[in-house]
């Protein structure tokens, strides 16, 4: 949707004309952007997570689907179903971690809309924006089939091996200090001179700097995602707290934060490695 910076609106009643402009000021779009689709995709996880109670008689859904794909007789109605899941899990986690990317497109938006000239809508930059996540969805949901037939997620989603999931902390925890960590996650930070560089005016320029700056979140984000393998993808309590160190590691500045992070999960990981260690080792006595 295409915007400019007036709007005719002498045919509509004073309030409704009210209402009008104030829908049509780029910052709101990007609040009601963010709000819309990180709220319809925690809407979608808590339909779909809801129907993973044992029902009596048979198991849930999900736990049903689960079973099929480890009994290696996944069909395209289970895959699309696991798929929109992870895109589900992608709104609901990133969308609100690339609120400052979109309100800054939007601030310059703003300008550009006083001074009368044509601008998109932030609905069309976190589509771009998106569609990279989406694109990140479909190689989630290989792995996700492959652990699965290999018995390392159980049927309820949930990591079936500590091994792995110790593995999973350390590596996401040591990504936290590599460089392709920071030089993406300074991108995200610092999105202004991006937007200010690289500015357009046509929805499908716009879409091409929600891809751009999509693919920087997801060389910032992407070991982070996989955690879920390593906690459950149905832990709804992880899922939370992953957005949530996602989106302040964005706010701020620096890169303290990120290698507190960063040791916080080796700590995790390796603590589960010796935990899966303890448990395996064998006490005899004679």
Same mark, same amino acid.
């Given at each position: ?150 018995? %390392? $997620?159980?049927? &309820?989603?949930?990591?079936? /091996?500590?091994?792995?999931?110790? #593995? @999973?902390? +350390?590596?996401?925890? !040591? ?50 995602? %996989? $955690?879920?393998? &390593?906690?459950?993808?149905? /832990?709804?309590?992880?899922?939370? #707290? @992953?957005? +949530?160190?996602?989106? !302040? ?38």
């Amino acid at each position: 949707m295409s915007e400019t910076a007036r709007h005719d609106m002498t045919h509509l009643s004073p309030a409704v004309a009210s209402l009008g402009h104030v829908f049509t000021r780029p910052k709101v779009l990007a609040w009601l952007c963010v709000i819309v689709l990180g709220g319809l995709g925690w809407l979608y996880l808590a339909l779909l997570f809801g129907g993973t109670a044992s029902a009596p008689g048979g198991p849930g859904f999900v736990q049903a689907l689960c079973s099929t794909l480890q009994d290696g007789l996944s069909g395209p109605y289970a895959v699309a179903v696991i798929f929109s899941m992870w895109c589900a899990m992608a709104l609901a986690m990133m969308l609100p971690s690339a609120a400052p990317m979109i309100l800054t497109y939007t601030e310059i938006a703003d300008t550009a809309a006083r001074k009368g000239e044509r601008i998109v809508s932030p609905f069309v930059l976190a589509g771009g924006y998106a569609a990279v996540w989406f694109g990140f969805s479909v190689f989630a949901v290989l792995g996700q089939i492959a652990l699965t037939r290999t018995a %390392l $997620l159980d049927r &309820g989603m949930a990591s079936a /091996n500590p091994l792995l999931s110790g #593995a @999973i902390f +350390i590596f996401a925890g !040591i990504y936290q200090f590599s460089a392709l960590k920071h030089a993406c996650l300074t991108r995200c930070q610092q999105p202004f001179p991006f937007f200010f560089t690289n500015w357009a005016t046509t929805n499908a320029g716009v879409f091409r700097l929600g891809l751009k700056q999509g693919l920087y979140c997801l060389g910032c984000c992407w070991a982070m995602m %996989l $955690l879920m393998f &390593g906690v459950g993808l149905m /832990n709804i309590v992880w899922m939370t #707290a @992953i957005a +949530i160190v996602m989106t !302040i590691e964005k706010m701020l500045t620096g890169r303290r934060f990120t290698h507190a992070v960063g040791i916080v999960l080796m700590v995790v990981g390796v603590s589960m490695l010796l935990a899966a260690g303890a448990g395996r080792w064998p006490l005899r006595t004679s």
